[in-house]
């Protein structure tokens, strides 16, 4: 990535570092989600310091490999956690009340003030970190909800860095925002970044609409003037949609080892004529019961053929200390496991359900051998699979089935565009798509792949790094 800003220094500040710990193998592997997967590329050829939490508990002593200090050009600081802290901080203030609550309150934020007290002193202990070890006038990125006070209160400590937050996930409109208890302090722990980035042009109309109602500031344009003691400080507010590393995608997927393993993978399942595919983190947010209801009846009704179409879900494991998704987990696998009792065979399983981490490679191939694949969010900041699934078409064919509640659904308006929350609709799609004609197939693919290739990561990156810097 080449920037105007090169010659600076780097930081970039998430929850989580790019690795965790692997359980069976004990060693480190690549950190779940799209924040990671899109900021590892992007920094695999620059320098920069990465500062987060490894995903262990820090009171908690366990025999585990030491952290590397480096993955590739990047190197890697620990904020250590303790148990207390991820429980108040991650699992509650962040995942049980923000997140539930920047995706429209699809299940009940649940609000805690000792959660947010946590919340607001692990922000403080990210930001002493970074104030000891950022070098003089760096560049800090920071990254999503676990860290919107962070920019406030790095600008207070380190005047001289310049500041940018990105939020990966949606920003809610004002009829929603405004129920969180402590709207005046997220917003105002924001204005701290000279930049702040959001996925879509409506998520930062949104954010501007929230600081003239609760911190009575006037935004003129996509501009906010802050009074500082020092004098005023102008914050720019935009939107930023995040693309994948599509080449990488495309070049693993052109490899034959990676084709033949597509083939196989049919073959294992028993060569069917049509394959639904669906790749998620085990979230509430992804739609995953809506579309296994919305297979289900297709294949109940005979729409599609259940001795020729297979379903492959693959749900990766996520925040199982949470309530909601120990709910979601177990509404999927009875929903799962109904269709098949009902629907198969011996030997015949319609529905395949994986609950794993894969690895790139196996993720790629899965991609390559799915006829259809189903995205199908109730509400996604941006959804990094929609994309991957079409840089992987090498052979510019297969179709994407995509929730119009994603912010990748701005780009991607040439999938089959469904409204997850109308399940009629959403099977007349899946049909449509999974009998679609090859010259249409075709046609669609060959735009999508378009906006894929030329809105990627780098750009997205170099766009925001540069406008931190001007
Ligand atoms: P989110 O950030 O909410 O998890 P995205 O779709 O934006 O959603 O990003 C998910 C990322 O995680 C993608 O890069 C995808 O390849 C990766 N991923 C999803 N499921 C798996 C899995 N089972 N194994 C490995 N990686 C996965
Ligand atoms: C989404 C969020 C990230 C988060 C990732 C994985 O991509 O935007 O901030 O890191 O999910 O979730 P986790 O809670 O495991 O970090």
């Known amino acids: 990535m080449s920037t105007d800003s090169d010659h600076l220094p780097l930081v970039v500040v998430a929850n989580r570092l790019p690795v965790e710990l692997d359980e069976e193998t004990g060693d480190w592997r690549a950190a779940p989600g799209g924040l990671v997967t899109a900021m590892e590329s992007v920094l695999r050829d620059r320098k920069a310091l990465w500062i987060g939490w490894t995903g262990e508990f820090s009171d908690e002593s366990r025999d585990i490999p030491e952290l590397p200090s480096s993955a590739g050009g990047l190197e890697l600081d620990e904020v250590p956690l303790?148990?207390?802290?991820?429980?108040?901080?991650?699992e509650g203030c962040s995942n049980g009340a923000i997140w539930p609550l920047y995706h429209d309150a699809i299940v009940p934020p649940v609000y805690h003030r000792t959660?947010?007290?946590?919340?607001?002193?692990?922000?403080?202990?990210?930001?002493?970190?970074?104030?000891?070890v950022a070098p003089e006038g760096a560049q800090v990125w920071v990254h999503d909800y676990q860290l919107q006070l962070l920019p406030k209160m790095l600008r207070l400590l380190r005047p001289d860095l310049r500041i940018g937050f990105f939020l990966h996930i949606p920003f809610p409109p004002v009829e929603v925002f405004s129920q969180l208890p402590w709207r005046r302090q997220v917003l105002e722990g924001l204005l701290g970044a000279d930049l702040v980035g959001f996925q879509t042009k409506e998520a930062a109309l949104n954010f501007l609409r929230l600081v003239r109602r609760f911190v009575a500031l006037r935004p003129g344009g996509d501009r906010v003037v802050v009074d500082e003691l020092s004098g005023p400080r102008t914050v720019r507010v935009d939107a930023f949609p995040i693309g994948i590393r599509a080449k990488d995608f495309a070049d693993l997927a052109s490899d034959p080892v990676v084709q033949e393993r597509a083939a196989q993978i049919r073959e294992d399942l028993g060569s069917p004529d049509v394959l639904l595919l669906?790749?998620?983190?085990?979230?509430?947010?992804?739609?995953?019961?809506?579309?296994?209801?919305?297979?289900?009846?297709?294949?109940?009704?005979?729409?599609?053929?259940?001795?020729k179409t297979v379903f492959v879900q693959v749900a990766t494991p996520s925040r199982e200390n949470v309530e909601e998704y120990?709910?979601?987990?177990?509404?999927?696998?009875?929903?799962?496991?109904?269709?098949?009792?009902?629907?198969?065979?011996?030997?015949t399983t319609p529905i395949q359900y994986l609950h794993q981490t894969m690895s790139r490679t196996e993720l790629v191939a899965m991609y390559c051998s799915a006829d259809v694949m189903l995205v199908t969010p109730l509400r996604d900041g941006m959804n990094l699979?929609?994309?991957?699934?079409?840089?992987?078409?090498?052979?510019?064919?297969?179709?994407?089935?995509?929730?119009?509640?994603t912010g990748a659904a701005n780009q991607l308006s040439d999938s089959w565009l469904v409204n997850p929350f109308d399940i009629?609709?959403?099977?007349?799609?899946?049909?449509?798509?999974?009998?679609?004609d090859p010259e249409e197939l075709h046609r669609r693919m060959l735009a999508l792949r378009h906006s894929v290739f030329e809105d990627d990561v780098e750009r997205w990156a170099t766009d925001f790094l540069n406008q931190l810097q001007s």
């Open 82 to 90: 303790s148990r207390a802290e991820i429980e108040k901080y991650y």
């Open 115 to 132: 959660q947010f007290e946590c919340y607001r002193r692990v922000n403080e202990k990210f930001a002493r970190r970074i104030a000891e």
């Open 278 to 307: 669906g790749i998620d983190r085990l979230d509430y947010t992804k739609g995953i019961d809506v579309r296994i209801r919305a297979v289900t009846e297709l294949l109940q009704d005979n729409e599609l053929d259940p001795e």
């Open 326 to 347: 120990q709910r979601i987990r177990n509404d999927v696998e009875l929903l799962v496991s109904r269709a098949n009792g009902d629907l198969g065979g011996i030997g």
């Open 385 to 405: 699979v929609a994309k991957e699934y079409v840089a992987c078409r090498v052979h510019e064919d297969g179709a994407l089935v995509l929730s119009e509640f």
């Open 424 to 436: 009629d609709g959403m099977k007349r799609s899946i049909t449509d798509a999974a009998h679609a």
